[in-house]
């Protein structure tokens, strides 16, 4: 079972940044597709971006695709998510989660696809 922990959430203002950190079990990464996805109070899970460790193909949403960028640090078993111009709808808890692909699914989006998910961190961004 991959362990995953996320860090990096907090509160911010409109247009600002944050960077939030997922750390998998080193015996995952390189094999599995690790993403992100967020939850805000009353909404569903919503896909907002995904990177293959083993291949290093990233994709995004569309609300964030501009804005956000998911990179890796295969020496620290580390996905990022640099998230710019931050807006008051990105405000959730966001969960990083793992799919057994060494390259992401096209449909990366769908919860269904990721077995294994960290505890979720939240980011508050006010207007």
């Known amino acids: 079972q991959v362990q995953l922990v996320e860090s990096g959430g907090g509160s911010v203002q409109a247009g600002g940044s944050l960077r939030l950190a997922c750390v998998a079990s080193?015996?995952?990464?390189?094999?599995?597709?690790l993403g992100w996805f967020r939850q805000a109070p009353g909404k569903e899970r919503e896909g907002v971006a995904a990177?293959?460790?083993?291949?290093?193909?990233?994709s995004y949403s569309d609300s964030v695709k501009g804005r956000f960028a998911i990179s890796q640090d295969n020496a620290e078993n580390t996905v990022y998510l640099q998230m710019n111009r931050l807006e008051p709808e990105d405000t959730a808890m966001y969960y990083c989660a793992a799919a057994p692909y060494s390259s992401c699914p096209r449909t990366w989006y769908y919860p269904a696809y990721f077995g294994a998910w960290g505890q979720g961190t939240q980011v508050t961004v006010s207007s």
């Open positions: 080193p015996n995952a990464f390189g094999s599995v597709c």
């Open positions: 990177i293959g460790t083993g291949d290093g193909g990233t």
